[in-house]
């Protein structure tokens, strides 16, 4: 059966990024899949990371910088951009900063982003 969900759980991170996590671990339990909203402050970076899991970025305004095993890209609003399970990956954002929303397929879990120190 169908559900709706009425809020979303804000995860507070470092560095000035909000996450709104309408689905996953955290708001809902699912294990399944996360979709979370997330805004940056221009020239914010986090640490790379080698995930179990999939990610796929829909970016809704500004720009997501994404450094991976072939390269960096840009992603603009209205772009988007999948990681593969295992690939190494850095997201930071552009001059203006950056709101996008991000799947996760299974959900996020610190323990499985495996980010670098």
Same mark, same amino acid.
């Given at each position: 059966?169908?559900?709706?969900i009425?809020?979303?759980?804000?995860?507070?991170?470092?560095?000035?990024?909000?996450?709104?996590?309408?689905?996953?671990?955290?708001?809902?339990?699912?294990?399944?899949?996360?979709? &979370?909203?997330?805004?940056? $402050?221009?020239?914010?970076?986090?640490?790379?990371?080698? @995930? =179990?899991? !999939? #990610? +796929?970025?829909? /970016?809704?305004?500004?720009?997501?910088?994404?450094?991976?095993?072939?390269?960096?890209?840009?992603?603009?609003?209205?772009? &988007?951009?999948?990681?593969? $399970?295992?690939?190494?990956?850095?997201?930071?954002?552009? @001059? =203006?900063? !950056? #709101? +996008?929303?991000? /799947?996760?397929?299974?959900?996020?879990?610190?323990?499985?982003?495996?980010?670098?120190e």
């Open positions: 059966m169908g559900r709706l009425n809020t979303a759980t804000r995860i507070p991170v470092p560095g000035g990024k909000i996450i709104d996590e309408h689905v996953g671990r955290v708001n809902t339990g699912d294990d399944r899949v996360s979709i &979370a909203r997330m805004v940056a $402050p221009a020239g914010w970076s986090e640490p790379a990371q080698t @995930p =179990e899991f !999939a #990610e +796929y970025t829909l /970016v809704l305004r500004g720009a997501v910088l994404i450094e991976h095993d072939g390269g960096t890209d840009e992603v603009t609003a209205g772009q &988007a951009f999948v990681s593969e $399970p295992g690939e190494k990956i850095r997201y930071s954002t552009g @001059p =203006e900063g !950056a #709101e +996008y929303v991000a /799947v996760c397929l299974p959900a996020f879990s610190p323990d499985t982003a495996h980010r670098d």
